[in-house]
Every structure is written in structure tokens, then in C-alpha cells.
């Protein structure tokens, strides 16, 4: 008797690799749904950074200071 296998009639279909994680994704598009959120959230995360940085928000002078102040709570 024969020891040797049969070799398969179709050879295997190698699979997505996700882009971001590097993991086999089953996705039409190739990337993880959670993955590619991630990708958009950092491009979106960079522009928003950036703009904050070119305008930064002006300190409003009547925003009343919140935390403890132990001066007050003592009364000296």
C-alpha cells in the first residue's frame, strides 16, 4: 500500500491581509471594520490637531476656577 496522500484538486486561496493589523481579514474590502475606524480616526484626529494649533481657543476670563482650594474651605 501506498503511503502518499492525494494532492488536493484545488489549491487553497490565500487570504486578505488586513493592512493595518496585519491579520487575515474576511471583509470585502480587505481591512477589519475596527481597523479601518482607526485609520480614519487618526487622519481625522491630524487635521483636527492641526487646526486647534493654527487657532487656539482664547482663555475665557469669566470661566469660573473649579477645584479644591483649601484657603476658602478654612477661611484664611
Keep these: 500500500m501506498s503511503e502518499k496522500k492525494p494532492e488536493p484538486l484545488q489549491r ?3 487570504q486578505k491581509k488586513c493592512p493595518v493589523c496585519g491579520h487575515s481579514s474576511y471583509s470585502i474590502d480587505g481591512i477589519h471594520p475596527q481597523c ?3 485609520q480614519a480616526d487618526k487622519t481625522r484626529l491630524a487635521k ?3 487646526e486647534v494649533r ?3 481657543p482664547e482663555p475665557d476670563a469669566s470661566a469660573k476656577k473649579t477645584g479644591f482650594n483649601g484657603a476658602i474651605r478654612f477661611g484664611t
Design 12 to 14: 487553497p486561496v490565500a
Design 48 to 50: 483636527h490637531a492641526a
Design 36 to 38: 479601518h475606524r482607526a
Design 54 to 56: 493654527a487657532n487656539p
